[in-house]
């Protein structure tokens, strides 16, 4: 039979940041994760958030199904992250998790897909209209003369006319009502198709710092353009009370669209920023003798204080009877009994018949009624009655029976002088062994847990040694409220559990097992190398306690322990300083953290996120860091 795999479940408060469950996901022992939202959360509001989950599940090797009830939106940002979910409180079934280790399958592997050929974009050549390369070069060509003929005039703002643009300097636009000449105004070109991304790849090219600071910098005029509001919908044929409204309602619905947009600038991006570092591996295996006389641990001799908890529960139920019996009367009758034996004469001893000595006839059994002397030279008449209730023991005359223990041909019986009759049959209700039996085994289980869950909490100055937990039945606790056997249609039935564990004293453990792992680090060399790094021991350090040996002299337990030797990685220190950060500053700042011969990896998202409005956030939860082991 196949061994049901365990699930950690992970209950997600609305305080819970998302750094949190990502520990919680990569802390967890088990293949299989359940990730329950018991209470609205911000983390369900975008499928970003979801999707790091699913993707620090995937990273390290699990799978995860999320837990989501009453949240149709929380839902529908799950399933849009790639998430397997259920809406009910229940767990997953086997047949969900076998679902989602195909979807795992899929987004590990990705099924591989036929080569299509490559459609080359056509885009219809429009004259007149400038590519965006000489459309900029115009522009920083036309920027540049006004500047200098500014210098030298001492001008003031003004404009600059370059082939069919019209650049103007320090303040805004002229309108459609400037009448001039010289300067005339152009439409400016459809910029909306270009792709200004792919503008942006040559930091040296563009000056991202200095054209963020020229937009921030910038004052728009918003007179001006509350005046060519109010014209574009004066020339819309609309009645005149709907003109007056229609700026109010462009001018709210263009700084709702701003007010999304902040919002989703500071609430919705997420940078997630992956560190390899080289890991050594270190181990240690102690045996400790458990003393419940000690109070403190004893690394040095390899002593733990112990003791041994003990937990009773009483439980009670009604179960239902299903047994069945028969109750009526057995048949009755008599028969003639002849003893044929050779050479009989008045002088052959009788032969003695006892009280219950049974004969039969066609498969159903009797016995007789009372002692019986049998004379070889008489026929013998004797009473007989059915062993079993039932109408099927009644017989009609003439039947031949056989005693046990005597052929045929020395001792016949038949029942020649009448009929066997009398017997009948009524079925019922009885409480069996087997009902008994099923009702302790539920009983049990539920004491059990019961108990085994008190000994878990018994003190919080103690560990339980998990393998060390015991569970019985006392023997003598089954009560019923009737006999096994009896009629009954509803019995009460009650027993006890017991339950022992043994715990070990954890104050001082955990520092205890860290400075031997530290010690065997040292004495193996781990803490040298020839780079510039500040190593540590990892503060996850992998335990499992066992107890080897439990009798009269006492518990013997066995600890192994692992951690490795690796950079330091202050997170907390990275993402204060990339929050003050732009992209390309924080860019170059994480290749100080390159502790591997694998680069630091930078995930922004959304993916497709226009290249010179990315920034490093500044919100809790924004900048998420991983460290992670190469080897």
């Known amino acids: 039979m196949e061994e049901e795999k365990k699930i950690t479940k992970i209950v997600i408060n609305k305080d819970d940041e998302l750094t949190d469950i990502v520990t919680a996901i990569l802390d967890s022992q088990n293949e299989r994760i359940v990730l329950t939202f018991a209470e609205e959360t911000d983390l369900l509001i975008s499928p970003i958030n979801l999707k790091v989950l699913l993707e620090t599940a995937d990273e390290s090797e699990k799978l995860l199904v999320a837990q989501i009830i009453k949240n149709p939106t929380g839902l529908r940002n799950a399933k849009l992250a790639g998430i397997s979910t259920i809406d009910v409180p229940s767990f997953p079934t086997e047949d969900i998790w076998e679902k989602e280790e195909i979807n795992y399958a899929n987004r590990i592997n990705p099924p591989k897909q036929k080569a299509t050929p490559k459609i080359e974009a056509v885009v219809e050549k429009q004259e007149d209209t400038p590519n965006i390369s000489d459309f900029q070069k115009r522009i920083d060509s036309a920027i540049e003369k006004g500047r200098e003929r500014k210098e030298i005039k001492g001008e003031g703002p003004q404009d600059i006319p370059n082939d069919d643009l019209l650049i103007s300097l320090d303040e805004d636009l002229p309108s459609a009502n400037n009448n001039n000449e010289d300067f005339p105004i152009v439409i400016d070109p459809d910029l909306s198709k270009v792709d200004f991304s792919q503008k942006t790849q040559d930091p040296k090219k563009i000056e991202p710092e200095k054209r963020i600071k020229e937009r921030r910098n910038f004052k728009p005029n918003v007179g001006a353009i509350g005046e060519k509001i109010k014209n574009f919908f004066n020339n819309i044929p609309i009645p005149t009370k709907l003109k007056k409204l229609a700026p109010l309602v462009a001018i709210s619905t263009v700084l709702l669209v701003l007010l999304v947009g902040f919002i989703y600038l500071n609430t919705a991006l997420l940078v997630k920023v992956k560190i390899y570092v080289e890991a050594k591996e270190v181990s240690i295996e102690r045996e400790f003798q458990g003393d419940e006389n000690i109070k403190e641990i004893d690394f040095e001799n390899l002593k733990i204080p112990v003791k041994s908890e003990s937990v009773e ?55 007789l009624d009372s002692d019986t002397s049998v004379k070889c030279t008489t026929l013998t008449v004797a009473g007989i009655t059915a062993i079993e209730v039932g109408e099927e023991y009644n017989l009609p005359s003439g039947q031949l029976f056989t005693f046990q223990g005597y052929s045929s041909t020395e001792l016949l019986a038949l029942n020649n002088s009448g ?32 108990g085994e869950s008190e000994l878990r909490g018994l003190s919080d100055k103690w560990l339980i040694i998990e393998d060390s937990i015991t569970s019985e039945v006392i023997s003598d606790s089954i009560k019923t409220s009737v006999a096994v056997g009896a009629e009954a249609s509803e019995v009460n039935l009650s027993i006890k559990t017991k339950s ?47 107890v080897i040996e439990s009798n009269e002299q006492g518990v013997k337990i066995k600890l192994i322990a692992k951690s490795s030797v690796k950079p330091k990685v202050d997170k907390n220190k990275i993402v204060d300083d990339l929050k003050s950060m732009n992209w390309e500053e924080g860019q170059e700042y994480l290749k100080n953290y390159e502790f591997s011969e694998k680069e630091t990896k930078i995930e922004f998202l959304p993916e497709k996120f226009p290249e010179f409005l990315k920034r490093f956030p500044k919100r809790q939860g924004g900048v998420m860091i991983s460290v992670l082991n190469v080897n």
């Not at 009759?421 to 289980?445: C, F, P, R």
């Open 500 to 546: 022992t564990a043994s715990y070990y004293l954890k104050d001082g453990f955990d520092d205890g097992v860290e400075e031997l792992l530290t010690k065997e680090a040292k004495d193996k060399n781990l803490f040298e190398t020839d780079k510039d790094w500040d190593l540590e021991l990892d503060k996850e350090i992998e335990k499992e306690i066992s």
């Open 419 to 450: 009929a066997i009759t009398g017997g009948s049959k009524e079925e019922y209700t009885i409480l069996s062994k087997a009902d008994v039996d099923a009702g302790v085994e539920d009983l049990k289980k539920i004491g059990i847990e019961e």
């Open 313 to 367: 529960k009483s439980r009670s139920t009604n179960i239902m009877a299903t047994g069945k019996a028969f109750k009526g009367e057995k048949a009755k009758g008599q028969i003639n009994i002849t003893y044929i034996k050779e050479d009989c004469n008045d002088g052959t001893a009788a032969l003695n018949l006892p009280a219950g000595s049974t004969l039969s006839t066609k498969g159903k059994v009797y016995t």
